[in-house]
């Protein structure tokens, strides 16, 4: 796709309205000084006037403040800031007409920014959205042969890449049919996992996401988050911004980067693009318990990129739109078996390498009870709370992730 650009001067159509950053930036100014950003100050409101120069500093003074320690520990005034600056520096290149440079800083302001600013941000980028697309010329959806998985599977050589016994024991029961008394009754309140094999017929999503025009014509300008390595507990595992069209195009690559593998991970990306989010609905078995939804992720790479043994909070359904993937489970009551990593921030992560299990450190993990299985199209995986588990995509991958809580007892991941 080519730079689009316009030339718009000072024409009223090729701005966007701001009334949240209207309103508070005196409040949100006030609140930056308060807290050490006088500089910051001076630039915001150099950028507010129109000065481009100004607001890139601004956004490169709070670019370094949410990055001057842990993330938890960014205070949440210079997160708003963050986006504040991304407003201003986006306005001027939608004033000029340069559309896909604005999609760009508004997305890092969406995934870095607050929560202050957001309705701003959405807003801007369903304008600025608006024009990408005036540019841009891909085959209308069902008319396209660019699948991104062809459905072709060879069983025998994925089993030479899986975990050690894998297939060979118990397999995750796989049910049709299920009604929400009975999923609560028997895997709910049970803790017991399942597949549900019929419940996602009626998804957009399961034929427009494997269609790769599709996914370019909502996203492909659209910056995300991915990570980029074998794994997340690997030490030359990174996190990089790039766009939705040069993720496509490392898939088709076989995921390659000069790092590794590079994989869509965890994100809310049904929050920042709308257009998918209408693809997918929420699962009548998320309101099972009364309890609320916690999280809607994604999770979108290619074959071989591997999320290790883990566990997570709160109740899961892992919803498989395209492609395949294997996933073993280990019950929740096997935790000291399984050997967390100590410390908070990797406690809920596995020492164990289920990939190349070291013999002597780990003797008798092999011996351990698990199921598994290979999570098709069209399927849903109920995974309990606190039930360990260890994923690795089949082929060229597209999942959904659901996570709720039990109610008022269940704390809020």
């Known amino acids: 796709m080519s730079t689009t650009t316009a030339s718009a001067g000072d024409s009223p159509s090729w701005r966007f309205h701001t009334p949240t950053l209207d309103r508070e930036s005196a409040v949100l100014l006030h609140s930056i000084s308060k807290h050490g950003g006088y500089a910051y100050v001076s630039m915001a409101a150099l950028a507010a006037g129109g000065d481009i120069r100004a607001a890139e500093a601004a956004r490169e003074m709070a670019w370094e403040q949410l990055h001057s320690g842990p993330w938890h520990s960014v205070l949440p005034v210079w997160r708003d800031a963050y986006s504040m600056a991304c407003l201003h520096v986006a306005r001027h290149h939608y004033g000029n007409g340069e559309f896909r440079e ?238 967390p990593h100590s410390g908070t921030m990797l406690s809920n992560s596995s020492q164990v390498d289920l990939d190349e299990i070291d013999q002597r450190k780990f003797p008798k993990v092999q011996e351990l009870e698990f199921v598994d299985c290979i999570l098709e199209e069209g399927e849903m995986l109920y995974i309990p709370p606190k039930w360990w588990h260890y994923v690795r995509s089949l082929t060229t991958s597209f999942s959904v992730s659901f996570w709720w809580s039990e109610g008022e007892s269940s704390d809020a991941s």
């Open 102 to 339: 604005a999609l760009r800083v508004l997305d890092l302001g969406i995934i870095m920014g607050g929560t202050l600013l957001r309705k701003d941000l959405d807003s801007a980028v369903d304008k600025v959205s608006e024009q990408t697309r005036n540019t841009v010329r891909v085959s209308d959806f069902g008319n396209s042969d660019h699948l991104l998985v062809d459905r072709e599977f060879d069983v025998a050589e994925v089993l030479q890449l899986l975990p050690v016994k894998s297939l060979s024991s118990k397999l995750v029961v796989k049910k049709s049919g299920v009604s929400l008394e009975k999923f609560l009754k028997d895997h709910y309140l049970s803790g017991c996992p399942v597949i549900i094999s019929d419940c996602m017929a009626h998804w957009p999503a399961k034929t427009k996401w494997n269609d790769e025009d599709y996914l370019l014509r909502v996203a492909g300008d659209r910056t995300v988050p991915v990570e980029v390595g074998k794994n997340y507990l690997c030490a030359e595992w990174k996190q990089e911004l790039i766009t939705f069209s040069e993720f496509i195009q490392r898939i088709k690559s076989n995921g390659c980067s000069p790092g590794g593998p590079t994989y869509l991970a965890q994100h809310p990306l049904f929050d920042q693009i709308n257009e998918l989010r209408k693809d997918i609905f929420i699962p009548d078995y998320c309101f099972a318990g009364g309890g609320e939804l916690r999280s809607l992720n994604a999770w979108f790479g290619p074959a071989g990129t591997v999320t290790p043994l883990h566990h997570d909070p709160h109740h899961n359904i892992l919803a498989q739109v395209v492609g395949k993937k294997y996933i073993r489970l280990y019950s929740s009551s096997l935790s000291e078996e399984l050997f």
